[in-house]
């Protein structure tokens, strides 16, 4: 049964965490009023988690538990807590495997350790924003553009 790979790895420390961010937000930068304003347009793909993965169960399926091939069982988002990212029928089953991985000490503070920082943020998001405010100002440009 799946659920019981699931719960072996978990207890064995067979899985990695490893950060993910995404951003494809576009940004607006122009003047106004004497200020620099940026308009951000999140396009729906901007995002920063940890992702738990088991590697060995990637794809695997059976009557109830279904991995995807990338083997993410589950991710950990400042605004969503510890979601589990595999198909299940057996809510049961999935409570039991999402009660393990957050009542565990050492998998729960690994999963959340570089999220436990009141200002921690998508870098990439910021790294872009400021590169379209730098590309802004190389132009001289004072109408609006957008970084692509």
Not at 11 to 36: A, L, Q, S
Not at 41 to 65: F, K, P, T, W
Not at 72 to 86: E, K, R
Request: aromatic share 12%.
């Amino acid at each position: 049964m799946l659920a019981k790979k699931i719960l072996k790895n978990l207890e064995n420390g067979n899985y990695r965490i490893e950060y993910r961010e995404k951003c494809d937000c576009e940004f607006f930068w122009y003047v106004k009023d004497g200020e620099f304003v940026c308009d951000t347009v999140n396009n729906g793909g901007c995002y920063h988690e940890n992702v738990l993965i088991m590697d060995d169960l990637a794809g695997e399926i059976d009557e109830v538990i279904g991995i995807g091939s990338n083997g993410v069982i589950a991710t950990f988002d400042s605004y969503f807590g510890v979601s589990l990212q595999i198909f299940y029928s057996n809510q049961d089953i999935a409570k039991k495997i999402h009660m393990y991985i957050i009542n565990d000490p050492v998998i729960f503070r690994d999963f959340i350790a570089s999220f436990n920082y009141p200002d921690k943020r998508n870098e990439l998001h910021d790294k872009r924003r400021d590169k379209a405010l730098v590309d802004f100002l190389l132009r001289g440009d004072k109408s609006v553009k957008k970084d692509s």
